[in-house]
């Protein structure tokens, strides 16, 4: 198994931007949306943005919505999250993985990598 490669994460300001990319080649790529997780200190991971293959379909959480976009490089087996205006409680672990394609939402890869760290000072 090859775990998801998160990287881009940092400490930012309040108001601060950020872009998030995850590297996952355990399946096929181009066969499974696409979705990013975060763990907040003291609590349960959760999905805040998900992408189909061809990128026409997208979720947010309400947390980010207006936020945060989501997007793909199909040829990259690369996902990223473009995180603009930041508040502090977007501080968390960030994680990608592959999801179920018809709840689009369960996790599926078999193995979650380190994440990338992004804290978010007032």
Same mark, same amino acid.
């Given at each position: 198994?090859?775990?998801p490669? &998160?990287? !881009? !994460?940092g +400490?930012?300001? #309040?108001?601060? =931007?950020?872009? +998030?990319s995850?590297?996952?080649? &355990? @399946?096929t790529?181009? =066969?499974?949306?696409?979705?990013?997780?975060?763990?907040? *200190?003291?609590? &349960?991971?959760?999905? $805040?943005?998900?992408? =189909?293959?061809?990128?026409?379909?997208?979720?947010?959480?309400? =947390? $980010? /919505?207006?936020?945060?976009?989501?997007?793909?490089?199909?040829? /990259?087996?690369?996902?990223? @999250?473009?995180?603009?205006?930041? /508040? *502090? &409680?977007? #501080?968390? $672990?960030?994680?990608?993985?592959?999801?179920?394609? +018809?709840?689009?939402?369960? *996790?599926?890869? #078999?193995?979650?990598?380190?994440? #990338?760290q992004?804290?978010?000072?007032s």
């Open positions: 198994q090859v775990q490669a &998160e990287s !881009g !994460g +400490l930012v300001q #309040t108001g601060g =931007s950020l872009r +998030l995850c590297v996952a080649s &355990e @399946l790529f181009t =066969s499974y949306y696409m979705g990013w997780f975060r763990r907040a *200190p003291g609590r &349960e991971r959760v999905l $805040v943005a998900s992408i =189909s293959v061809g990128s026409a379909v997208t979720y947010y959480s309400d =947390s $980010v /919505k207006g936020r945060f976009t989501i997007s793909r490089d199909n040829a /990259k087996n690369t996902v990223y @999250l473009q995180m603009n205006s930041l /508040k *502090p &409680e977007d #501080t968390a $672990v960030y994680y990608c993985n592959f999801l179920n394609n +018809l709840d689009r939402r369960t *996790p599926i890869g #078999t193995a979650w990598g380190q994440g #990338t992004v804290t978010v000072s």
